[in-house]
T-cell receptor, first 114, second 116 residues
Framework: NAGVTQTPKFRILKIGQSMTLQCTQDMNHNYMYWYRQDPGMGLKLIYYSVGAGITDKGEVPNGYNVSRSTTEDFPLRLELAAPSQTSVYFC?????????????FGAGTRLSVL | KQEVTQIPAALSVPEGENLVLNCSFTDSAIYNLQWFRQDPGKGLTSLLLIQSSQREQTSGRLNASLDKSSGRSTLYIAASQPGDSATYLCAVRHNAGGTSYGKLTFGQGTILTVHP
């Protein structure tokens, strides 16, 4: 099973450039999430989605945009890259199993903005 | 605002030792708590999930405890092996009206190295 797939694995951007981080899952999960992880820190939620067509802001949404046109895909858009966005980005998906909501993570995208 | 802290930040032990990783959180109104493992260059893998009504969960050599009133959880690893070397993160899920829809707040992780 592929699970959660993120592309690209690595990317270097110049300040002001834009890019889209791709995320797709093949588990038919309703919930999808984008996190960033800075060195030595835990993950912080950027945006999340509870289903196709529905998105909401997380803890650190500034400088990012998302869309959820299908159940499978949840791309993250950076419009004007800034050095502060240098980080590792993780996409995750989940569904509710009774009272459990276990998230499955992709391998991450390592982004450097120079 | 929920804050999650993990101690120690890093731990190095010889193979075979039993060890304890600590996690504390400031808001006891949680729905559940999860422990994750993260290998270098990889995503997170869920190890154990403890519901707020539970005191502990076990999986193989791993045992996680939860004391919600004091805002603490521990992850106990028995008979550690080099393959246990990884970063371990705990995360608490907010209690969103008694459902599992609440968001996760992560600690910064403990980097564990087990020497052969």
């Amino acid at each position: 099973n592929a699970g959660v797939t993120q592309t690209p694995k690595f990317r270097i951007l110049k300040i002001g450039q834009s890019m889209t981080l791709q995320c797709t899952q093949d588990m038919n999960h309703n919930y999808m999430y984008w996190y960033r992880q800075d060195p030595g820190m835990g993950l912080k939620l950027i945006y999340y989605s509870v289903g196709a067509g529905i998105t909401d802001k997380g803890e650190v949404p500034n400088g990012y945009n998302v869309s959820r046109s299908t159940t499978e895909d949840f791309p993250l858009r950076l419009e004007l890259a800034a050095p502060s966005q240098t980080s590792v980005y993780f996409c995750a998906s989940s569904w509710l199993q009774g009272n459990k909501n276990i998230q499955y993570f992709g391998a991450g995208t390592r982004l450097s903005v120079l | 605002k929920q804050e999650v802290t993990q101690i120690p930040a890093a731990l190095s032990v010889p193979e075979g030792e039993n060890l304890v990783l600590n996690c504390s959180f400031t808001d006891s109104a949680i729905y559940n708590l999860q422990w994750f493992r993260q290998d270098p260059g990889k995503g997170l893998t869920s190890l154990l999930l403890i519901q707020s009504s539970q005191r502990e969960q076990t999986s193989g050599r791993l045992n996680a405890s939860l004391d919600k009133s004091s805002g603490r959880s521990t992850l106990y690893i028995a008979a550690s092996q080099p393959g246990d070397s990884a970063t371990y993160l705990c995360a608490v899920r907010h209690n969103a009206g008694g459902t599992s829809y609440g968001k996760l707040t992560f600690g910064q992780g403990t980097i564990l190295t087990v020497h052969p």
